[in-house]
């Protein structure tokens, strides 16, 4: 920063550098961790398959089952704690940079985000299958 308060053309540059970088870490990291949330919950389910037996005696296709509503436990509370912080660098982004928010505003569908299902929808989804495979076992 100068003396006189201001940041020069220099340090502005490399500051929306960094902005522009943070931002696209964390949007591939929050798809990179619902992906890998995605497949270890479809590893599980399969394991899940070859363990449950018809003949009643699942306890371990149980013990699968609430280890899978752990994981997705998880993979919500994980999920909405990025969420909040993947919102707000967005916003900086789009305060920042204004064909961001040209393009977003272009682009957006009334109440329509990926994010929120990314987050929300998945593992609300695969806690319903743990759940009624839970139940049936």
């Not at 798809?31 to 599980?44: D, E, K």
């Not at 993979?75 to 967005?90: E, M």
């Amino acid at each position: 920063m100068a003396p006189d308060g201001h940041t020069n053309p220099e340090q502005e540059k490399a500051a929306d550098a960094r902005l522009w970088g943070h931002v696209l870490h964390e949007e591939i990291l929050l798809f990179q961790r619902g992906n890998l949330f995605l497949i270890a919950q479809s590893l599980l389910a399969v394991a899940y398959s070859t363990i449950a037996k018809p003949d009643g005696m699942n306890t371990p296709a149980r013990v699968m089952a609430a280890f899978g509503i752990a994981l997705t436990l998880t993979w919500l509370f994980v999920g909405h704690r990025h969420l909040k912080f993947c919102t707000a660098i967005q916003q900086r982004v789009i305060d920042r940079f204004p064909d961001v928010a040209e393009t977003e505003a272009a682009c957006r569908e009334p109440g329509l985000r990926t994010w929120p299902f990314m987050v929300y929808g998945l593992p609300i989804l695969a806690s319903v299958m743990w759940i009624m495979l839970l139940v049936i076992t």
